[in-house]
Structure formats: structure tokens, C-alpha cells
């Protein structure tokens, strides 16, 4: 039902776009269209009917996003942080590990430098 609902969605979309695009501008816009009425559709009426029909479409279009997002989150259960409690249980404190081997113990005289490497060669 989703997958169909959505499917309808875009072509009302596509539809609406069409339909706007179709339309007669008629704030200048840059200076572009809105010329002479030399196209298939002319006259009052068609201006009316494409009005109606951006309208209805628009309308369309409202109607199935509201669906669309009343039907996905349908499946989720609301969750609440209070109803859900604790993350997770605190356990028994474990004692700490025992290392393997001693610490090691610091020199007590200074160790001599180690003598200096030959270059290499390259």
C-alpha cells in the first residue's frame, strides 16, 4: 500500500510540476516569457482551468504526504525515554586484575650512553 501510495505521489508531482510550468507568467520573470498567447491553449477559460487544476493537484499532493507519513510511522510503537528505564543494569564491581609480572623496577645508577652508529651511505 505504501509503494502504491508513494508511486501516486510522484506522478501527482510530476503532474503538478507540468501544469505549473504550463501557466502564463506574469510577473515579468527576468524579462523571459509571458509574450504572446501563441500556444495550443488560449483564452480566459484555459487560464481558469489551469488554476483548478494546479489547485486540485497542489491538494493531491497534501493529502498524500500526510498519508504517506501517517502510513510509515504506523508500524513504530511511540517510545518513551521515561517508559524505557535505565540503559542498561549495573552489575557487581569485579576486583582488579592481578598483572602477570612485577613492575619493573628503576635503575639505581645511570646507564651509559650507547655509542654512536655509523652514517650510512648512500
Known amino acids: 500500500m505504501l509503494i502504491l501510495l508513494f508511486v501516486?505521489?510522484?506522478?501527482?508531482?510530476?503532474?503538478?510540476?507540468?501544469?505549473?510550468?504550463l501557466q502564463?507568467?506574469?510577473?515579468?520573470a527576468l524579462g523571459m516569457g509571458g509574450g504572446?498567447?501563441?500556444?495550443?491553449?488560449?483564452?480566459?477559460?484555459?487560464?481558469?482551468?489551469?488554476?483548478?487544476?494546479t489547485a486540485i493537484l497542489g491538494a493531491l499532493f497534501f493529502v498524500t504526504s500526510i498519508l504517506l507519513v501517517l502510513l510509515s510511522n504506523s508500524s513504530r510503537a511511540p517510545t518513551s525515554i521515561i517508559d524505557q528505564g535505565a540503559p542498561f543494569a549495573p552489575g557487581t564491581p569485579s576486583?582488579?586484575?592481578?598483572?602477570?609480572?612485577?613492575?619493573p623496577v628503576a635503575p639505581t645508577q645511570p646507564t651509559p650512553p650507547a655509542p654512536p652508529s655509523a652514517p650510512l651511505a648512500r
Request: glycine content about 18%.
Open 8 to 21: 501516486v505521489h510522484v506522478l501527482i508531482a510530476v503532474g503538478l510540476i507540468g501544469v505549473v510550468m
Open 24 to 28: 502564463k507568467s506574469e510577473g515579468g
Open 36 to 53: 504572446g498567447m501563441t500556444g495550443f491553449m488560449t483564452g480566459r477559460s484555459t487560464a481558469n482551468l489551469l488554476t483548478r487544476t
Open 95 to 103: 576486583a582488579p586484575g592481578i598483572p602477570a609480572a612485577p613492575f
